[in-house]
């Protein structure tokens, strides 16, 4: 590798940190502006309409533009530290009435991240102050002398808010006030998981004729046409009763003990080598062939949606105990080991790992050996 | 693995190995003009090595390339959803080397960039928030050396001595310093809502782990870690962050963590319901079984390393740990749980960490059985194999803290075995 290119290797990390940095797109958020221009006005020569302008938004304590009549909450945020930067206006937009209780802008919010993004890069271009927007605690003087120009005329006017909240209206969340905000549309991405009470379940039904198909397409080949299991992967159907057998059957239907985890688990890892590739009717459907398979169903027009998903009983939901390992007597004597003739005769070999003989490369490798599976 | 370095063969080459520095030892005296080794001049004495810029990040002697992680392949059904095993046997002190830390995923090794890497906390909080790997950096910083002991290490053994190495029978396990936040400092920065009473960590890899950790254990003591022994975490280990929860079984130090939900309630995860129960023999399961037992194993002599010195002086070493804290003291026996000596500790004691014992004794080249039994600062003793089977029956798979034999045969062969 030449010099150059072990240099191009170096930058690379920051090159991408430079193209994410620059992600936001200023025209594109000229359009989302259009939501806002009913009650704001940015550009030059902007007045306060319904709300205030917002030149210059970057680095402005909250509630503090000249001439405009804010909310005593909007007021009061200032007053608490709240300085307008990309973190700050990011949490207002997500939820303006959540994060500033009592403010008077009616707008609901912006969903969309890349929206937001968006809009506070076309926001930017009108702000002077935009190139230091994080550093909202190098402002002192404003944050003292801001707020206190402002407020008492301005809000004469107003109609009380109905809940005014400034511990909640300051700026930063928690102790270090590090991170922000997660938006709806992100925590929706990530937040697939489902209970047994059925938290969690979204729309949508599958019937078990539509899981069959789909089983045998996608998950056949490892689990076997009846849920029997192909070589190690687990079995999913069968072993009913046989939890006290020598050679126990774990299957869904005859130890997994409620439903959700197995509408969660196919949703978030099957199928293997490809997650989440299922839609969400994929994953009721494949529920219900997987009941089906263990005669938890009969009828293959059996169709399972979140309205009836909680009234299904698994047959082992009652074969779970809490853990109570201390209250064996070898852990709850906590007794003086013995030290000294312990135990009578001499020791015998009563079984070899070598007769056996599963150790890897051994002849007859897992021959009758369980899985850790 | 390769094919061609079968378990024998490696045995043959560890016992060639050792014989032949048994002649060295014992037999030079008597060789006319002394010890080559001595007497004539090394390649390496001769010769310049290799200069700084050789190995830019330095890998272990050629020497040393036995040692390395096993899996094995019968085990599992797919090595993407698998586990290997830390050689114990070749590693001494408290600390595994990065590069020999067991591993166990479930859809393989995901590769995540840091730059594209977040940390969501949602649920029942004030404000869901999202973290960047720079904005964790913010946090203050802890160290911590704790063991990581996957559940169902020694669990193949349930049913008697199978595999012949204490790599294969104790091999899941591992212990690092991990440098990380408090778990408790990203909640605190959420705002827990006082209905919050389980935090769930999620993985960003294509299984998505998930467990259900009560709210007392992650204010306590787990760390969220992007370091392990001052190094970045390997990619195999959760790179670039992994929850540490320490004391409790390894499936619950969700890799690649991506995101905690806070609830009322657990979440029931396939991993805590199909997996990581405790099959008793009345049909019933144990569940929520976290904290992992007071546990140790010799780790030499064992069925890798068998005494190649004949008679005389014999250096003893094992590793303990226990969930519940510190080691409090190892006793050894030699001839099957008859009669025990109390072991010599050494190194740091640190609470949820492995602990290194010693015994040096003079073998006289008869037959032996050794045992090892860890008693930790709780007071609990670790228990025989037959206890725990008459208590659990044999189907249990994980939780297995039985006290291991390892048999000694005159000729120093070392074998996996159940006594009576």
């Known amino acids: 590798m030449s010099r150059f290119l072990k240099a191009l290797a170096v930058l690379a990390p920051f090159l991408i940190t430079a193209n994410g940095a620059t992600a936001q797109d200023a025209d594109a958020g000229a359009k989302v502006f259009n939501k806002c221009k009913a009650c704001h ?9 319904v709300g205030p302008e917002l030149n210059d938004l970057f680095g402005r304590t909250a509630g503090s533009a000249e001439g405009y009549k804010y909310s005593p909450a909007m007021t009061t945020a200032g007053e608490g530290g709240l300085v307008w930067n990309d973190e700050s206006l ?26 937001i993004d968006n809009l506070l890069a076309f926001l930017k271009s009108y702000s002077s102050d935009a190139a230091a927007p994080q550093e909202e605690e190098a402002k002192p003087e404003e944050k003292s002398e801001a707020p206190a120009a402002a407020p008492e005329k301005k809000t004469e006017a107003e109609i009380p808010p109905p809940s005014a909240a400034p511990a909640t209206a300051v700026a930063t969340h928690g102790v270090f006030h590090l991170g922000r905000p997660a938006t709806g549309d992100e925590i929706a991405a990530w937040d697939i998981d489902v209970r047994p009470d059925g938290q969690g379940l979204p729309d949508g039904r599958g019937t078990v004729a539509q899981g069959e198909v789909l089983y045998s397409d996608q998950c056949a ?62 994953v009721y459907a494949l529920t219900a062939y997987v009941l089906y398979l263990n005669d938890i169903v009969t009828d293959e027009d059996f169709e399972l949606s979140r309205d ?14 809490d853990d109570d390992r201390l209250s064996e007597t070898h852990y709850a004597d906590k007794a003086e080991p013995c030290m000294k003739d312990c135990r009578p005769g001499t020791a015998e070999i009563t079984a070899h790992a070598a007769v056996l003989d599963v150790t890897p490369d051994g002849e007859d490798d897992g021959e009758g050996a369980p899985s850790i599976e | 693995m390769t094919k061609t370095s079968t ?38 004495n001769r010769y310049s090595g290799a200069g700084v810029d050789a190995s830019p990040y330095g890998k272990p002697s050629d020497f040393e390339a036995h040692v390395m992680r096993r899996n094995v392949a019968w085990l599992t059904a797919d090595p993407v959803s698998s586990v290997n095993f830390t050689p114990l046997h070749e590693l001494d002190g408290i600390i595994t080397p990065n590069g020999l830390c067991f591993e166990r995923h479930h859809a393989g090794v995901a590769e995540v960039d840091p730059q594209q890497h977040r940390l969501m906390i949602n649920g029942l909080v004030d404000t869901p928030l999202v973290f960047t790997m720079a904005d964790l950096m913010r946090f203050p910083r802890e160290n911590h050396i704790y063991f990581l002991e996957c559940a169902a290490n020694s669990g193949m053994e349930w049913r008697g001595a199978q595999l012949n190495g204490c790599q294969y029978t104790h091999g899941m396990v591992h212990c690092v310093m991990y440098t990380g936040v408090k778990l408790k400092h990203l909640l605190a920065e959420a705002g827990v809502k006082t209905a919050g009473k389980w935090v769930m960590p999620e993985g960003a890899d294509a299984s998505a782990m998930t467990r259900s950790i009560p709210l007392e254990k992650a204010m306590e003591d787990c760390l969220v870690a992007f370091k392990m022994n001052g190094e970045a975490l390997r990619p195999e280990q959760g790179y670039p962050l992994r929850l540490v929860v320490p004391g409790w079984e390894g499936n619950m130090w969700v890799k690649w963590l991506r995101r905690l939900e806070v609830g009322d309630e657990p979440w029931h995860a396939r991993e805590e319901t199909s997996k990581y129960t405790d099959l008793l023999a009345n049909g019933k399961a144990r569940r929520f079984t976290w904290v992992m037992d007071v546990k140790s194993v010799i780790t030499s002599p064992s069925p890798q390393m068998p005494i190649t010195h004949g008679k005389g002086r014999t250096v003893l070493t094992g590793l303990a740990w226990s969930g519940a804290g510190k080691i409090s003291r190892v006793d050894v026996s030699l001839d099957g749980g008859r009669n025990w000596v109390t072991a010599r500790l050494d190194g740091p004691s640190l609470t949820k960490a492995l602990h290194r014992f010693y015994h040096e004794f003079d073998w006289d080249g008869s037959e032996l059985f050794l045992q090892s039994r860890a008693i930790d600062e709780a007071g609990f003793v670790q228990p025989t194999k037959q206890e725990l089977r008459a208590v659990r029956g044999a189907n249990s798979i994980y939780h297995n803290n039985g006290i291991q034999t390892w048999h000694v045969a005159k000729d120093g062969v070392v074998e996996n075995v159940e006594i009576s």
């Open chain 1, 41 to 49: 006005v940015v550009g030059e020569g902007a007045k306060h309409r």
């Open chain 1, 90 to 115: 990011h949490a207002y937009l997500v939820a303006p009435r959540s994060f500033v209780k009592g403010t008077k802008m009616a707008f609901a919010g912006l969903k969309k991240q890349e929206e």
């Open chain 1, 308 to 321: 009836n998903f909680t009234a299904v009983d698994m047959p082992n939901k009652d074969g779970f105990i």
């Open chain 1, 221 to 282: 080949a490892c689990h076997g046409d009846f849920g029997e299991a192909i070589g190690r992967w687990p079995v999913l159907a069968g072993g009913l009763d046989t939890l006290t057998n020598d050679r126990p059957v774990k299957s869904i239907g005859s130890y997994w003990p409620y439903l959700s985890t197995v509408y969660d688990y196919i949703r978030r890892s099957m199928p293997f080598g490809d997650a989440r590739s299922l839609s969400d009717d994929d």
């Open chain 2, 7 to 44: 378990r024998r063969g490696f045995m043959k080459g560890g016992l060639t190995a050792g014989a032949a520095l048994a002649t060295a030892g014992l037999v030079a005296p008597a060789r006319a003009g002394g010890d080559p080794a001595i007497t004539e001049i090394q390649d390496w």
